[in-house]
Every structure is written in C-alpha cells, then in structure tokens.
RNA sequence: GCGUCUGUAGCUCAGUUGGAUAGAGCAACGGCCUUCUAAGCCGUGUGUCCGGGGUUCGAAUCCCUGCAGGCGCGCCA
C-alpha cells in the first residue's frame, strides 16, 4: 500500500485541502527522529489566517484515532510530524519486495512504447577512448531503466563511418602502411597512420587534395576505395566489440552516417517542397530567426550535404521504423545547438513528434594535461583503462581472498564495476577530468563498495540458512534506528527508478543505492544479526536479503554486475 | 559580442523542486578484526553555499545584476 497517499487522504479529510493539495504540501523530514512525513503548516496560514503552530496543533487535536499503521503524530514548532508504525510498515515492504524479487521497482507504465536511444556512436578507425565512456554508459543504463518499467529501448550505435577522413586514411595507408601491420595494429595502427597523416599535411597541402579525391571515390562506388573503406569498418567493429563485451553494452542497431546516403534526397525534396530551404551565400539553409536560432545548414554551396542533412534523415528514419514515444541522443552539449536546430527544422516541417526528441547532453572529459585530441595522438584508450582496473582487482582479490573460486570473472566485475559506477556518481552535466588513481581507489562511495556490500549480505543469508527464513519474522526487530533507515531506503527505491527515467539521470539510481549501502553496513555493524532469537534472526535476515535484492537491481540498471562473493 | 551551461568543505559531488542544525565520499589524523566479509565501521576539523541587491514567515534553491570558468555561434562531426 502507498502509505503516503493515505496519509494524504486522511488528512485531508481533516482539513479544508485535497488530497493532491496536502501530497504537494508533504515533504520527507530530514532526520529519522522527526518522523516519517512532516506537514509544514506555514502556507496554511494565510489561507487558515491562524499561526502555524495554532494550525497543527488543530489538526493534531481531530486525528483522535489513528490508523493502525500510523504509530504516533507529534507537533515541531510549525510541523506536524507523522510516525509510521515500524514494524507493520518493515513487514509490508519486505513482503513486497519478496513477492516482486528482481523485479522489485519495475513496472509496465511503458509497454507498447518504444524509446529509441542513440548512445555510444563511435568513429570508425578512430580509437574507442575515455571521452566515449560517458554517452556509452549512460545510454546503456537510460536503455535498461525504460525496459525495466515496461518500454521497449532500442539501442542505436550511430557509427561515424563518412566523411573525409576516410580519404586521409587511404591515402595514408597507401603512402606509408602495410597490409599485416594495420590487420594486426588495428585501431592502434589506424590511429598511427591518421595521426602521420595530419604532421605530414601540415607541410605538404597536397595530401588534402589527394584524400578528399579518395572519398570521392568511396562516394562513387571505386571498388579499391570500397574495399579499403570495408576493410577499416570491419576491423574497427571487432576492435570495439571486445570493449562492449567487457562493459556488457548491446546495441539493436549499428545503421550510421553511410546508412542515410541514400536517405537523404527525399528530405531535402520535402524541404525544398515547404519552401523552408533558402540560399545563403551558395550554400542551402532553413531559417530559425523567429525561433532566435542560427540559420541550419542543410547543403554546402558545393551541393554536399552535411551533419545536420544526416541527423535529418536518420530522425526520419526512426520515426518510420519505430514510431517512438521518445527519441533520445545521448551526446555532449558541445552539440546542444546541433540538436536544438535540428528539433526545430522537424518542427517547422509540421511533424508533432519533434517535441519527442530530446538532446540527453553531458559534460566532457578531458586529461588532467589538456584536452583529448585525436589527430595529435593525445588519447587514453578505454581498453588500456579497463585493464588496469582489472589488474588491480586482481591484486585486492589475491591480497583479501585468494581463495575465491571465479577470480577472472569477479576481477572483470569489480574492475568495469568500479569505472562505471565513477561514470554515473554524479549529474550529466558535470564535467570530468580524468583521474586514474581515483578510479582505481576502491574506498568509499564506490562501485567495489556497492558489491562488496551486496555480497556481505549474501554471505549473511548462506550462514543463516534457508531454514531461518522461514521461521515467522518477529518485525519489531526492525525497530531501531539502523535497521528502519534501511527499510525506508529499499521502499524508496521504486521512485528512485522513476525520476531517473523522468529525467534521464542514472546517477539518481547511483545515489539511491549508495545511500542503501551506508545505511545497511551502519546496520551489519551496530546490531548482530544472526543470533539465538529465531523469530528477530529471521526479520534481519529479511532486511538483508532485500537489501541485496536492491542493491543488485540497482548495479543492474546501470550496467554493473553484482557478484556474489568476493 | 551574443547564446548556453556550471560555480556548495583542500578535492569529487549530494542537497527531497522554497522548509527544521547545509550533508556524503576522498585526502589527513586517531581508534575498531580469537564474533555474521576490515573493499568495512566509528571519531576529529574545515563552509562569505561565487559577489551584490530583491521577493518571502523562511532562500544554496526563485527574480534582477555583476564576476569567474566550460561549451557553442555556416559550409567539420
């Protein structure tokens, strides 16, 4: 039962207010002493045109009988602060979790809807680095969070496989690769010869000449061109797959920049035909002045199309083959106005569903040296990252447990664990600087400290046994401090969920278990657990295995696995 | 210059959409393993909530203004 609503409901019947009125009015107190919902009496009392405190204290006085799940209501200067009935409330929300087990917050709110989300979208022959971690981890978890309240994600790796670039690489490749050194050196050994090619164009202006001539050629369907474009693609794909593998990322569909080559006449006839295309300066424009926004640029004055003409298509696209309810791109603000010029010309062109397109923008990363630059070879390989993190692990693990039975697997766990729980700690739109060694600390509010605090708890339940489960809870167990403050953390989880698929913030999902995980170790180490009184032994144990339940839902929407030992 | 985002403890960040003494983690120092996993727990200290006005019973939160920084502003993506 929603314990808040009720509450509403009764007070209102107590006061002059809906139910609605009195839910907007009720806040969280922000210590557990003072209650479970406070009602701040202080906006009542222009209407009321009495004090306050005058104003709780009547409301006190009518509550003559409370409800049997309600424990106590006190007055605090102008609150009026209602006590939840601990052990009936722990017993109802443990039943609840139990009866939902890893389904616990989900919900069908979605079904029937499909939410295309556009994330990760790496460059071909370009290195998968940490400046990619960011809208590949958060896309990752937005794309879990909608299918676990019933939507149905579909996940869009929009490769960034056209342009010129291309043309450099080929004539990079002709003037100073070879065969076996780029089939073996991969992306590595692409990036060798980009980087070689952007020092050597710097003296000689030819090189741009003699590249753009290659992709026109990958254009125009040159076989040699083709084939080497192919070649690039297809090594660039196993590359990364291997880092998708270790991060657990899946993607329904790979269809990028090439894919709408042939997709974009069409819309630019559909521009032209609404008379909303205009020449400006050669090159082809839509206007937004009205809207206060730049021109967008559709064709350059050679007829070339450009980023904008693609996303057009590719926004058309979706929207045929999918119909969704949302279309998301996860991407840095660097493109809040790529994507605002881009919503607007849908919108101008008469299609409703623009306003379900939604730029999830978030901050950039960059080098505690600098910026990240990939024609000057200033990267750091996401791989090279994930390794260390596994190394390390494996160093704790031998040092802490070596005895565990699945080293290899807990390493890579903990490992990409800790890097992905660092990626979604805080709000999007922050920052970040690199810093490796903080990745690698394992201390505090950390990946490694959600699963070693999961895994703490199975341990509980496998000394415990089955058996002491089953002996009937006495919940008044649950009464003090420590362990109340777990029980309200895990039935606050469900709305957790909620706002972070409200507002496309995972980190929400992060704090929420965060907190839960505090709460739970402040709790493992205040009160025994396992002890001779069956009956208490068994509402603990309860409380331990909802809080694993939680906790593991919660690693999971985020992308991070929760071993059970380690 | 214009637009936009950000500014909270030494560092990284929360802050229940305007509420009760502004909170966590890291880093530092001290304590706790013959008892349920010490990747843990407890304790110690620090704040002009960027500055200045205003609205309000009440402001880190809303409005105005200034400052600092990031990003963007036509033929790259």
């Given at each position: 039962m929603d314990y808040k609503k009720e509450l509403c409901q009764l007070l209102s019947e107590k006061t002059s207010l809906s139910a609605d009125e009195i839910e907007h009015l009720l806040e969280t107190p922000p210590a557990l002493e003072m209650g479970d919902f406070a009602l701040p009496c202080f906006k009542l009392a222009r209407i009321l045109r009495k004090a306050p405190a005058r104003i709780a204290e009547n409301i006190h006085a009518s509550l003559n009988d409370l409800p049997h799940w309600l424990d106590k209501v006190q007055i605090a200067g102008g609150y009026l602060n209602f006590y939840l009935d601990r052990p009936h409330y722990a017993k109802d929300m443990l039943s609840s979790v139990a009866a939902a087990g890893e389904r616990y917050g989900a919900s069908q709110e979605g079904a029937g809807r499909n939410i295309v989300i556009d994330y990760s979208s790496i460059n071909i022959a370009k290195p998968f680095h940490i400046g990619h971690l960011s809208t590949t981890v958060i896309g990752n978890s937005l794309y879990k969070i909608f299918n676990f309240l019933g939507y149905h994600s579909v996940g869009i790796n929009h490769l960034g496989d056209w342009g010129t670039q291309f043309g450099k690489l080929i004539v990079a490749y002709k003037h100073w690769g070879k065969h076996d050194t780029v089939e073996k050196g991969s992306i590595h050994a692409m990036l060798d010869l980009y980087v070689k090619f952007h020092h050597a164009a710097k003296e000689d202006v030819s090189l741009d000449e003699e590249a753009r001539a290659w992709f026109k050629k990958i254009e125009?369907?040159?076989?040699?061109?083709?084939?080497?474009?192919?070649?690039?693609?297809?090594?660039?794909?196993?590359?990364?797959?291997?880092?998708?593998?270790?991060?657990?990322?899946?993607?329904?569909?790979?269809?990028?920049?090439?894919?709408?080559?042939?997709?974009?006449?069409?819309?630019?006839?559909?521009?032209?035909?609404?008379?909303?295309?205009?020449?400006?300066?050669?090159?082809?424009?839509?206007?937004?002045?009205?809207?206060?926004?730049?021109?967008?640029?559709?064709?350059?004055?050679?007829?070339?199309?450009?980023?904008?003409?693609?996303?057009?298509?590719?926004?058309?696209?979706?929207?045929?083959?999918?119909?969704?309810?949302?279309?998301?791109?996860?991407?840095?603000?660097?493109?809040?106005?790529?994507?605002?010029?881009?919503?607007?010309?849908?919108?101008?062109?008469?299609?409703?569903?623009?306003?379900?397109?939604?730029?999830?923008?978030?901050?950039?990363?960059?080098?505690?040296?600098?910026?990240?630059?990939?024609?000057?070879?200033?990267?750091?390989?996401?791989?090279?990252?994930?390794?260390?993190?596994?190394?390390?692990?494996?160093?704790?693990?031998?040092?802490?447990?070596?005895?565990?039975?699945?080293?290899?697997?807990?390493?890579?766990?903990?490992?990409?664990?800790?890097?992905?729980?660092?990626?979604?700690?805080?709000?999007?739109?922050?920052?970040?600087?690199?810093?490796?060694?903080?990745?690698?600390?394992?201390?505090?509010?950390?990946?490694?400290?959600?699963?070693?605090?999961?895994?703490?708890?199975?341990?509980?339940?496998?000394?415990?046994?089955?058996?002491?489960?089953?002996?009937?809870?006495?919940?008044?167990?649950?009464?003090?401090?420590?362990?109340?403050?777990?029980?309200?953390?895990?039935?606050?989880?469900?709305?957790?969920?909620?706002?972070?698929?409200?507002?496309?913030?995972?980190?929400?999902?992060?704090?929420?278990?965060?907190?839960?995980?505090?709460?739970?170790?402040?709790?493992?180490?205040?009160?025994?657990?396992?002890?001779?009184?069956?009956?208490?032994?068994?509402?603990?144990?309860?409380l331990a295995k909802a809080t694993a339940t939680v906790i593991k839902i919660g690693l999971a929407l985020l992308g991070i696995r929760a071993p059970e030992r380690m």
């Open positions: 125009d369907g040159d076989p040699e061109a083709l084939s080497l474009f192919a070649w690039f693609k297809e090594l660039t794909l196993k590359k990364v797959s291997r880092i998708y593998d270790l991060l657990d990322v899946k993607f329904d569909s790979y269809a990028g920049e090439s894919f709408y080559n042939d997709k974009m006449q069409p819309v630019i006839e559909e521009l032209e035909a609404k008379h909303l295309l205009e020449e400006s300066n050669g090159a082809k424009v839509v206007r937004l002045d009205e809207y206060d926004l730049p021109p967008c640029l559709i064709l350059k004055s050679d007829g070339a199309t450009l980023y904008a003409t693609r996303d057009l298509a590719a926004a058309f696209y979706r929207k045929k083959t999918y119909d969704f309810y949302k279309c998301l791109y996860v991407v840095a603000y660097q493109q809040n106005l790529h994507f605002r010029q881009l919503f607007k010309v849908i919108e101008r062109m008469g299609y409703p569903w623009a306003k379900d397109m939604e730029h999830v923008a978030f901050g950039m990363v960059s080098m505690a040296d600098g910026t990240i630059s990939t024609r000057e070879g200033r990267v750091i390989f996401l791989e090279d990252v994930i390794q260390a993190a596994i190394e390390k692990t494996h160093r704790l693990i031998e040092e802490k447990n070596p005895d565990l039975a699945n080293k290899e697997e807990t390493a890579r766990d903990i490992g990409v664990g800790a890097l992905v729980y660092k990626t979604l700690s805080a709000n999007r739109i922050k920052d970040i600087v690199f810093d490796l060694d903080r990745i690698l600390n394992f201390d505090g509010e950390t990946g490694p400290y959600m699963q070693y605090t999961h895994a703490r708890a199975l341990s509980l339940l496998r000394r415990g046994g089955e058996e002491a489960l089953k002996e009937e809870p006495d919940y008044t167990a649950l009464s003090s401090p420590q362990a109340f403050s777990v029980v309200r953390l895990i039935a606050g989880f469900p709305e957790a969920i909620q706002k972070a698929a409200e507002k496309y913030e995972p980190y929400l999902i992060t704090r929420h278990i965060t907190e839960l995980a505090q709460a739970f170790n402040k709790f493992y180490y205040d009160i025994r657990i396992i002890d001779e009184n069956a009956s208490a032994t068994a509402a603990r144990l309860s």
